[in-house]
């Protein structure tokens, strides 16, 4: 079984410039989340999709950060413009189903940006 | 704002070692996770705790969850330097859909 793929595995920005990255969850996985991991740090949740729906993005700066999930399957984030504060690795991961029982997330390997 | 605390925050050992990460929080859990991220990777699922005072063991590692299900452990024996990584605990607050990532703690087990 395909794991989560994650593209592109590194990008370095200036500021103020947008990036996007792109995320292909395990297939038949309803569930995708966006995770931010500044270095040194547990990763923190950006946005998490059910289906093509929006679940939680109560912590995404939404003044610069957009996702979406066309379709239900692949994903893409994007921030417009970048701040140095954002450096940071970008993880995507997928789960079959999320509600209020135990669920198991699959990560990606993460995209890792630079803002300079 | 919940937070998990994880301590040590590093732990630099010797290979044969044993040692004792802890994950704790003032919120009530209904799961908890612990997870290992190596460099350049994404974290790995290594066990899923649900009662409190649940123990579980995956080979020389022991995970146990809290009697009041506010904290975890995760205890490895006779540490190798295949287990150098970040460990990270999650925990899904009662009531709640999302997991919370601890504050990680860095290991590094020298030959």
């Known amino acids: 079984e395909a794991g989560v793929a994650q593209s592109p595995r590194y990008k370095i920005i200036e500021k103020r410039q947008s990036v996007a990255f792109w995320c292909n969850p395990i297939?038949?996985?309803?569930?995708l989340y966006w995770y931010q991991q500044i270095l040194g740090q547990g990763p923190k949740l950006l946005i998490q999709?059910?289906?093509?729906?929006?679940?939680?993005d109560s912590q995404l700066p939404k003044d610069r950060f957009s996702a979406e999930r066309l379709k239900g399957v692949d994903s893409t984030l994007k921030i417009q413009p970048a701040k140095l504060e954002d450096s940071a690795v970008y993880l995507c991961?997928?789960?079959?189903?999320?509600?209020?029982?135990?669920?198991?997330?699959?990560f990606g390997p993460g995209t890792r940006l630079t803002v300079t | 704002t919940q937070l998990l605390e994880q301590s040590p925050q590093f732990l630099s050992i010797q290979e044969g070692e044993n040692l004792t990460v802890y994950c704790n929080s003032s919120?009530?859990?209904?799961?908890l996770q612990w997870y290992r991220q190596e460099p350049g990777e994404g974290p790995v699922l290594l066990v899923t705790?649900?009662?409190?005072?649940e123990v579980k063991k995956l080979k020389r590692l022991t995970f146990q969850f809290g009697d009041a299900r506010k904290d975890s452990s995760l205890h490895i024996t006779a540490a190798q330097p295949g287990d150098t990584g970040l460990y990270l605990c999650?925990?899904?607050?009662?009531?709640?859909?999302?997991?919370?990532f601890g504050t990680g703690t860095r290991l590094k087990v020298l030959a």
């Open positions: 297939s038949g996985h309803a569930t």
């Open positions: 705790v649900v009662t409190g005072g």
């Open positions: 991961a997928s789960s079959p189903s999320a509600g209020g029982g135990v669920t198991e997330q699959y």
């Open positions: 999650a925990g899904k607050p009662s009531g709640t859909y999302k997991y919370i």
């Open positions: 919120s009530v859990f209904s799961s």
């Open positions: 999709f059910q289906n093509n729906g929006v679940v939680d």
